[in-house]
């Protein structure tokens, strides 16, 4: 008989494993709610937070905002001809522009805006100048104080709700308007039909559960994070080495936020 591995849980560690997941998990959604608490508190927008704010909206939305465009219009422009002429070949034309504005404006978008925005947060999460940084590497995560959460962190998810519904905006227009080229040219006559399709597609109900899901995509793009660090303060874990503190869990919710609007939506 071969020995049992050591890297095995034993059946005592079981429960200790699973209760620090749920406690885990909790914790960043207790850290959720305080943000969504002090964001609709009028206290907490003073002058200090307006200037985080502002300095936050800058390093995540205008630093990317020409490159994340540049490489969404291409990708997309490639997209367009794949479904324009897959559709031409199955007889299905009619239904080429009113796909592409579901599958690339609804849903791919805003979750790349989503993920390229988590990564531009990653590299700020661990530079040197971020307050949040500074004040785990000088105090305990039992010290920490919610005054120092309400300079850092409601600025944090503002800026991150701003950026990805202002990368997911620009670049769906764009994609909007390469439809429309493809499609039907550069020809007005296409004009009716086009935005017939386009206002089917963004019912009332549509366009509420999109700038829902923005809401959702930016608060874990900056919550997540922030839990991160400090369960990993408390349980004292070096995090020097780390690109982005809780990516994994940040692309599970991202992916399970977009599949659970999918349910809504079309089950």
């Known amino acids: 008989m071969y020995p049992i591995s050591s890297r095995y849980l034993k059946p005592e560690q079981w429960a ?45 939305t205008w630093q990317i905002l020409p490159w994340f465009t540049l490489l969404s219009t291409l990708l997309s422009l490639v997209l367009i001809r794949i479904v324009i002429i897959t559709a031409l070949s199955y007889g299905l034309s009619r239904y080429a522009l009113e796909m592409v504005v579901r599958v690339l404006v609804l849903e791919l978008i805003p979750l790349s805006a989503a993920l390229f925005v988590a990564l531009r947060a990653g590299l700020a999460f661990n530079s040197a100048g971020s307050p949040l940084s500074a004040a785990m590497a000088a105090q305990n995560s039992a010290q920490f104080e919610i005054a120092q959460l309400q300079l850092d962190l ?54 509420i559960g999109f700038a829902l899901k923005t809401l959702l995509f930016g608060l874990a793009v900056a919550v997540i994070p922030v839990a991160a660090i400090l369960e990993a303060a408390r349980r004292k874990v070096n995090l020097s080495s780390t690109l982005q503190p809780g990516a994994t869990r940040l692309l599970f919710v991202l992916v399970l936020i977009e599949v659970g609007a999918l349910a809504v939506k079309y089950i």
């Open 154 to 207: 409601v600025p944090r998810v503002i800026a991150s709700a701003f950026s990805v519904a202002t990368l997911a905006t620009v670049s769906g227009v764009i994609v909007l308007l390469l439809a429309y080229v493809n499609v039907y040219g550069l020809s007005p006559w296409g004009l009716l039909d086009y935005t017939r399709t386009v206002g089917r597609v963004f019912d009332p109900v549509v366009t």
């Open 16 to 60: 200790v494993t699973a209760m620090r997941a749920v406690s885990s998990w909790w914790s960043m959604l207790y850290l959720a709610g305080i943000a969504l608490a002090m964001g609709f508190s009028p206290s907490t927008y003073h002058r200090a937070n307006r200037s985080t704010t502002y300095r936050y909206i800058y390093a995540s």
